[in-house]
């Protein structure tokens, strides 16, 4: 599942095999912006995209209540076009939506 706002560049929607775009409910075009330009500033960013997420619309909602359901029939794998994930350090939207899907 590929969870992020923007498709990768260079990487044709039929090659990816991606079953499920979760582009809505990702970081809002501002607040990825704003994190862009400040990525020191993970605590404020995870405080902004939970509140996000906490009042999504009912379109959003429902593309959320479908992520829940996948979780419950297996295994879900999030995928980012982010780069440095590898760094232990590296914090992304993927880890704050990871962490509100489980809780």
């Known amino acids: 599942m590929l969870a992020d706002r923007l498709w990768p560049r260079g990487l044709s929607k039929e090659k ?6 979760a582009k809505d409910v990702t ?3 501002d607040l990825r912006k704003w994190f862009h330009e400040h990525p020191e500033q993970f605590n ?3 405080t902004r995209f939970l509140d996000e997420l906490n009042t999504l619309d009912a379109d959003h909602n429902a593309m959320l209540a479908e992520l ?6 297996g295994r879900v794998t999030l995928l980012t076009a982010a780069h440095k994930l590898e760094d ?3 914090q992304t939207h993927l880890h704050v939506l990871r962490d509100f899907l489980a809780s």
């Open 44 to 46: 404020d960013f995870r």
């Open 88 to 90: 232990g350090d590296a």
């Open 27 to 29: 970081p809002s075009t």
């Open 68 to 73: 829940r359901t996948r979780l419950t029939q």
């Open 16 to 21: 990816a095999k991606i079953d499920f775009w």
